[in-house]
């Protein structure tokens, strides 16, 4: 029954879990395989990870890097990413070169198992290369992108500055065009113009594509991209006027030597500027493009990746509190019973399966948001733009609300494990410092709540003015005077149930805004001191959403499943529903025909679904396939060996490696005898 | 009116905090007084704080410990606690010793300001000496106090092993007397026996206590702490049969040098079992104490401890978020106005008021804690004993609420404030790893709402048996037959409202155990399968207290205070009991008589104190009073030069001492000259 793709299948397997494997309903590879998408896609993964975590020059070094000074896990970061880097040069070589092959190895699932908090050198690929294809002329990418592609040159993407982030139109760097030279002249007006938080900035890259107010002819025209040289690539010396460092320790991604950069008077030819959209002519004259939403599409795509990573990294932490709680015994529930498997407790359950159901939900929207993608970036370039903003607005809320979900889950699952969840070996807080990250990142979670709002505001005026609405926002035709029925015990109710609560509250918002210009506000004002209703309207939306895909998902998928593994998945999208439908109960009682005693009913038909997943949670969780050298925790390995493995790792803290520490007799011994 | 603790006084303070400043309508030094007690009392809180701040050897050293290796921090830490001992030693000679001064100077919120990650010698005066005096003989005290007290020895308190934390009666260690050589010899079995936690016993304790299942004439007595060396007094090299070293690093914490400890046949002489209570005779007979509820109370006081911590800890984060809040400035909310304070945004006013209201609220519960703690524990030395179980229930559930909201609340002002928030340097980060590992220690905190739980349960069945409730849970006698009022715009109607709900959670959990046990479950089964409901009581049972504890502290203050003041603590109460109100609309909805129309109602009368609040948000945190030595942040500072703080907090790092690192030579470019 077991599947286990892992290396070590040799050591013995923790009793406990070779009970729970025993108990498992369906066959493991076969949700495997419909995570992956087929047969074939599981044999594709499992070759890639085989070729990068077999690698011995990819093997992390014996002493784990939080041990480390800053300073050395730099540049420890950099021998691992460089050593990566030459291996995915040589798979291009040998098999061509893929924007997915990049993808999966930078970030995904297999980025944090070679490089487990981060990579100095990842903007490179996913930012700095895009950027150029992006927006550079022809020959611009001709030129650059042979550059990066061969890994002359490392790059990066700054943006962002001390004092703006969000707001980018506020941007303070200026590049002014020096007709007599043609060039263009970068400076730092002030200290908050500071380029500040770009990965790969500090140290580690000589060239960035830098965004700055473009100044030509006396007239600023507003932001632009440029390609700058930062320094000299024979010595890495910073370049003249460029004022470079890094911006020191954060939370997690420590390696990835976020930057600082600031410019006097630095100088660059004409043609670094990218000019594919916006140009400057040699005499200075500015020519504007057409279209501005031809940029729209990096971004949008960037948190499409963002959303499956969030899903991820809450698989990764499930999978280690849920085999953790197999294995942990702690207490009676009954008097000279053993110790129970902490899983055993419902409280237990009811923290971990929901989330496992919760990877499921958001794996599903960021495969569906994936394909929405590139359907309406297809079609763009046929030159229809008309549904770019319901891609936009969906985009934003996912990214928004699958990061704080899955952010708050594998905290959840850390909190699961107790103290032992404390400890960096157990691979949660790190994984927390890389998902949390993805809550203010590419667009602050409530600014983009906010943008999604917009949509639906207009949406609903749509509606009012006698449109047709878009996909994703239909369900408020439908609700608008029609109450929803009474409570069923069926995920399509629960779906109807959200939806109706979305339309609800974006009616009530709109509302608010109106009743508030009426009162004399300017719209702008009547937005802000709405916006708490907006934000909420937003999430709901976006909720709805999420469980209509996961539910389309799990129905189109039955017919080829087999009966075992559909009745798994079909738990799972009702525990997640269910799981909604309470923690918005609030919202369903006001808003839906939801009565008091419905929701004792949601709660026992939860609670009936944590008791149908409790003999298979090890079996999925299995199911997600992730090797050790993945999963990398002491408390999450397939063989269970918790406390083996805890004991090991504290072995390698060098504060072990000596019995006594030179503080003893420089401190301590002196001031404990002083006492005497 | 600005009011400022802070030493310097002399730099320019950012010009939005100086109109901020100019706002407040009230007194800031009467709110500092009015948190710490008295005058007097904010008086002696400055002379300890400048006693301990102002000293030179307490100074952090230039390069922020962040940037050290693991070992180089546990080095400085030494160095830094010993200072600071050597500092608390002189005051004690000066002044007289204090359990006060500990708490303040180790915990508290100078303890984070002097060691920023944990004190390695920390449970010393927490845990090791209070045992002793708790637990020991006359003679046991009197040898072991005086060398304690001394600072001749260094202990820690060594309970919790790798595989049992909760589950005390499962400790695996043993003592077995041998009436030999009348000695007890100390064994670990397992791996799992191994100590696994205590603070300080990696590498800076030579003593701890020790619990250990006792055994005497072949018999187990259950777990019996004992006095045991660790390591020699002169070479601090480990005893014979001692193996030791420290757990490696975690979340946070990473100086408290967390340890292992097993035992091989390690003896100690019969007196160095703590016999206050249970005592073990030359000839190995074992006589037990009359009553086993004398060792409660330092539990009890130890989570008593941890809901002020928690208290202080938001206390710092809101600080830290409403200052940067009120000097960042992103986006406009109208086209050409300025850009906004991000602090003007409703959203944003939304995520930190209520954080700012629940500061009090938990902040005030800790202070009445403490009182009952005193009350009954000295009612306890006159040998009653009957509210013993009351003061635990509540201490339980107010530690396991304070410590999740005070962590959720910290982790939301770092989110609030971007990706600066996500900096060291802003001080959320390491402020969030204190707090929340107060969530899994001294009681995970699910446990912990099971145990309260337990009596909430109980009280239910004396209510039913007609017996008298006591004061925490006499709401359950009032609500049981009544519903409550229609809604009122009062805080009185929400306290009401939460103790309706608490009293029908508590009821609807009784019923559902007894229920199960109808079905033919075993009452423990039973138990464990109404768990989540069990749970959900207690945390409302917690919530109704804690806000009537801040209702009646607000209005028993009033007639003490201006006007002005009044007004603001009286906003303060609203907002943090309608902000609950709206976190539990859902229960509100099912258990009392709101109706969907009162959410709004609340919804609105949440709005418009957000807009009360405004103007005083920056009063109230200054009036917080604490030094920048104590905020320890780059975003939250008196003065508000968040961006020049960042960027002198940036230089600080040892990369930015080279213009190249090394890495460039070493690993970058042979590989980027290799792809030319």
Redesign the interface.
Known sequence: MAYNNNKNKGTKINPDLVREREKCTFRIEELTNYIDGSQEATAERHAREQYFLDDPSLRPSDV?S???????K??EA??MS?AL??RV?QLQNEKGGAVDNYRQVLGGSLGPALLADGNPLGLHYVMFLPTILGQGTLEQTAEWVQKAW?????GTYAQ?E??????IR?LETTATYDEKTEEFVLNSPT??S?K??PGGL???SNYAVVIAQLYTQGKCHGIHPFIVQL?D??????LRGIKI????????MNVT?NG?LGFDNVRIPRNHMLMKNNKVLKDGTYIKAPSSKLTYGTMIFVRVVIVEDAAQYLKKAVIIATRYSAVR???????GEP?TQII?????Q??LFPLIATFFAYYHSAKWLWNLYNQITGEMEGGQLDRLPELHAIACCLKAVSTADCSAGV?TC??AC??H?????SNL?TT?GLV??A???EG???VLL?QTARYLVKSYQAFLDGQKLTPTVSYIEKYKNVSTPPFQKRVEWIIQALEKVAACKIEKAYNNIQRRVKKGL?Y??A???T???L?SAADMHCRANVLAIFQDKVQSSKPTLSKELGVVLQQLLELYSVFIA?R????????TNTI?HD?SEL?AWL?DLLACIRPNALGIIDGFDMRDEVVRSTLGSYDGNV??R??I????????QE???????????P??QS??
């Not at 015994?329 to 008097?335: D, L, T, V």
């Not at 790792?649 to 072990?656: C, D, M, V």
Request: aromatic fraction near 14%.
């Open positions: 784990p939080e041990y480390l000074s800053h300073k050395e730099y540049e950099i021998r460089v880097f030459r040069k061969n890994l002359n040159i490392i962002t001390l004092g703006h982030g969000t707001f506020g200290l908050t500071y500040w938080w500090g140290h580690a320094r690539e024979e010595t890495n010396m910073p460092g890094e911006i020191g320790c954060k939370l997690g030597n600082y015994r702690q207490s009676q529930i009954k008097e110790e055993d407790f419902v409280t237990q009811y923290k905290e850390r909190l107790g103290g969840g404390y400890m960096i070996s807080p927390y949390t990250a809550c203010t990142y602050e979670n409530t906010l300017a702008e004002h937005w802000n001191e916006s708490v209703e934000a309470i918005f109960s609030g919202d369903l009682l006001r808003y008091g929701i709660q609670e406390y083996e805890l004991f790792e504290a072995q390698k803290s060098p504060l072990n019995p006594v520490n030179q503080s003893f007799h420089k401190h301590l011994k001031f404990l006492n005497m």
